[in-house]
């Protein structure tokens, strides 16, 4: 099964591609890990691809779309796929399309979890990290035991930049402004479903899986 999941900064996309990913018994493609995997490894394409990295570029569609062929050739993925942020504009799913037709197979599901402005506000706003190690908390889901002070080492917890109200609205209006024309894209394809993202993860995760079943 092959499966696309689409949701903004805040909304528990990863959290549920990794839940998928155990359920289903195929491989997350999420091209930020493959491309640093592609690089470190050496191949190719990798080679190719650290030249746009190091030159600070972006990679081009055709690279990417080379190393999740590559990716989705190998013997784990042949049961299909989880893509866990990409593609990311109508070029890059146009491309996708392709390679699957390519390759003999087709997208099943393309599944937006979507969560309104205010609770993902709520969210992201909502955590704290520790000055001294790094470690995250969240005021309502994961709070310390003392209230500003790390339970790890202490430390002082504090708000970071963009993490604060202003910043969250500006990625969510950046993130909605250019995912909008895929989510159009997949709905003119009969292949758009909406799961809500609010609950706890378990039961998100059962909206999902009664789209998939
Ligand atoms: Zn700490």
């Not at 570029?57 to 942020?85: H, N, W, Y």
């Amino acid at each position: 099964m092959n499966v696309i999941l689409l949701g903004g900064p805040g909304a528990g996309k990863g959290t549920q591609a990794k839940k998928l990913v155990a359920r289903l018994g195929v491989p997350q493609i999420s091209t930020g890990d493959m491309l640093r995997a592609a690089v470190s490894g050496g191949t190719d394409w990798g080679r190719k691809a650290k030249e746009f990295m190091d030159a600070g570029k972006l990679v081009p569609d055709e690279l990417v779309i080379a190393i999740i062929k590559e990716r989705m050739t190998q013997p784990d993925a042949t049961g299909g796929s989880i893509f866990d942020g990409f593609p990311r504009t109508v070029p890059q799913a146009e491309a996708l399309g392709r390679l699957m037709a390519d390759l003999g197979r087709s997208i099943d599901h393309v599944i937006s979890i979507e969560v309104d402005e205010a609770e993902l506000v709520g969210r992201l706003g909502g955590r704290r990290t520790c000055k001294s190690c790094g470690q995250m908390f969240h005021v309502v889901q994961a709070p310390p035991r003392k209230a500003d002070v790390c339970d790890a080492c202490g430390g002082a917890l504090y708000q970071r930049d963009d993490d604060n109200e202003a910043t969250i609205r500006s990625r969510l209006a950046t993130y909605d402004k250019a995912t909008r024309p895929l989510v159009e894209f997949y709905r003119q394809k009969g292949l758009l479903r909406r799961v809500l993202g609010v609950g706890s993860i378990d039961d998100i995760f059962e909206r999902i899986c009664a789209i998939l079943s």
